[in-house]
């Protein structure tokens, strides 16, 4: 065989090789997207998704569908709802967390880790980490108040309420709690434990605050009521209404996880 001929087929045999290798790259990818993992595959995806929720736990945030697939998933994008729910299972299986789906902006999914023990304790051993303590308890004394007024307060009567308190000053910032305005309508609206929403149709207009999605999957209404009652030295129950809502709420739960 000449030259000529040797190159030739030298030419064909990488050409080839080169054309399966981008086969084989481009049947993965299908694969992957078509959702099928080997079950080591899927057993990796799932533990690297759930190290990912965790780490993204301590500041609250409920985290982007999009995000997962972009940063843990990326090619098995299309396996995301079965390696999701797979993480769902490991978070409440083996740490007792809950995996919850919201919708913002626009249908965009997003999921929070709901720690159902955080607020779930006797009231009168609620206690966190010193670093998170003053942040925690503004929050406490919040939802509290919101839930003793009936799921609604106005920013106003929230100001007076902090200010009697002597948690708000003109500046709006406290030794030992910070900008307590900040994070009312912000930090706290962003980890969806409070909505600050406007009025409707209020000129100049109003806002109000209420219990965010986070709140209502994470708190304990019997432990605030316990708290309160604790405070004025009374019995939860005689605080009819909201002890009424709180067992309302339990058998609303427990109905729910049936």
């Given at each position: 065989m000449n030259?000529?001929?040797?190159?030739?087929?030298?030419?064909?045999?990488?050409?080839?090789?080169s054309t399966i290798e981008e086969g084989n790259e481009i049947m993965?990818?299908?694969s992957a997207q078509e959702g099928h993992l080997s079950s080591q595959e899927e057993e990796n995806l799932i533990n690297d998704t759930v190290r990912y929720i965790l780490s993204h736990d301590n500041t609250k945030y409920a985290i982007k569908r999009q995000d997962i697939v972009k940063d843990v998933l990326k090619t098995y994008g299309g396996s995301s709802k079965y390696i999701i729910d797979g993480a769902t299972r490991v978070l409440k299986e083996i740490f007792g967390m809950k995996l919850v789906a919201?919708?913002?902006?626009?249908?965009?999914?997003?999921?929070?880790?709901i720690n159902n023990e955080k607020f779930s304790t006797d009231a009168r051993y609620m206690k966190w980490p010193k670093e998170v303590e003053s942040q925690q308890v503004?929050?406490?004394?919040?939802?509290?108040?919101?839930?003793?007024?009936?799921?609604?307060e106005s920013e106003e009567d929230m100001l007076s309420f902090l200010s009697n308190l002597g948690i708000m000053s003109k500046n709006r910032s406290h030794e030992y709690f910070g900008d307590v305005w900040k994070l009312l309508t912000g930090e706290f609206v962003r980890q969806m434990y409070l909505e600050h929403v406007r009025i409707p149709e209020l000129d100049p207009p109003k806002f109000e605050f209420r219990w965010g999605r986070r709140a209502e999957e994470e708190v304990s209404r019997r432990s605030l009521l316990e708290f309160v009652s604790l405070v004025y030295g009374t019995d939860p129950k005689n605080w009819t209404t909201q002890y009424q809502e709180v067992l309302q709420t339990e058998k609303n739960k427990r109905e729910k996880e049936m």
């Open positions: 030259m000529f001929g040797m190159h030739m087929r030298s030419k064909t045999f990488f050409w080839r090789a993965a990818s299908k919201v919708e913002q902006n626009s249908n965009v999914k997003h999921y929070m880790l503004l929050l406490m004394l919040t939802l509290s108040l919101i839930f003793m007024k009936g799921g609604v």
